[in-house]
Nanobody, 115 residues
Framework: QVQLVESGGGLVQAGGSLRLSCAAS????????MGWYRQAPGKQRELVAA???????NYADSVKGRFTISRDNAKNTVYLQMNSLKPEDTAVYYC?????????WGQGTQVTVSS
């Protein structure tokens, strides 16, 4: 089964930027989707941005125009560039991949945006 390793979280002031990385190890076949979710304290996990199997992207309305998802297929890595960060973006960010019959989550990386 594929494993996901995330990096790039941290503490940033409002208006700043961070870039998250998620590297997938192992063989990926029948890819359905790969992307990022987040979970703030006391809230449900929500989709931030993701690629579908056809390559199209989907963003949460709250991050459109500020966040950009990209990928490097040769490295099996997906990135999330986060600009103009707001305190409400504070959450644990999780990488997710859905392929074949598997739904795999990374361990999560904390993003904290101070006002």
């Amino acid at each position: 089964q594929v494993q996901l390793v995330e990096s790039g979280g941290g503490l940033v002031q409002a208006g700043g930027s961070l870039r998250l990385s998620c590297a997938a190890s192992g063989s990926i076949f029948s890819l359905n989707a790969m992307g990022w979710y987040r979970q703030a304290p006391g809230k449900q996990r929500e989709l931030v941005a993701a690629f579908s199997s056809g390559g199209s992207t989907n963003y949460a309305d709250s991050v459109k125009g500020r966040f950009t998802i990209s990928r490097d297929n040769a490295k099996n890595t997906v990135y999330l560039q986060m600009n103009s960060l707001k305190p409400e973006d504070t959450a644990v960010y999780y990488c997710n991949i859905q392929y074949f019959r598997y739904n795999v989550w990374g361990q999560g990386t904390q993003v904290t945006v101070s006002s």
